[in-house]
């Protein structure tokens, strides 16, 4: 199984959660949005697994820089849509494991979630 970690390289949370993985020897890749982008089926996958108020990060400075009207009546294609654009939008970490789609990080989560998958 092939586990993948979304985000943004310089994330504070998304270095904590690299980390914890490297520590716990879990063999993982990672896709960067600022150097690869975001695939628009995969913001949809998570869209629909998780909400777009979960995977929309609505406290970074990238959102909250946003004019009135583009904050203004958000939905799930909206929001899909400032994603593309603004990757920086996407909630950090998102891990693939394979079997879920976990989103943020917390450890106790990980350890969870990556049973059996330690090199």
Not at 39 to 57: P, Q, R, S
Not at 84 to 95: E, F, G, Q, V, W
Request: with cysteine; charged share 30%.
């Amino acid at each position: 199984m092939m586990i993948t970690m979304y985000g943004i390289k310089n994330c504070d949370t998304i270095k904590k959660a690299r980390n914890w993985l490297d520590n716990e020897r879990v063999s993982y890749s990672f896709h960067d949005y600022k150097v690869a982008g975001v695939d628009k089926a995969k913001l949809e996958e998570w869209v629909m697994e998780h909400g777009w108020e979960t995977i929309l990060n609505r406290s970074g400075t990238t959102f909250k820089a946003l004019d009135a009207g583009d904050k203004a009546h958000i939905d799930a294609d909206k929001a899909i849509l400032l994603m593309i654009t603004n990757p920086s939008m996407i909630k950090r970490p998102i891990l693939d494991t394979g079997r879920e789609i976990l989103v943020g990080f917390k450890a106790t989560i990980y350890e969870n979630a990556v049973q059996g998958v330690k090199a």
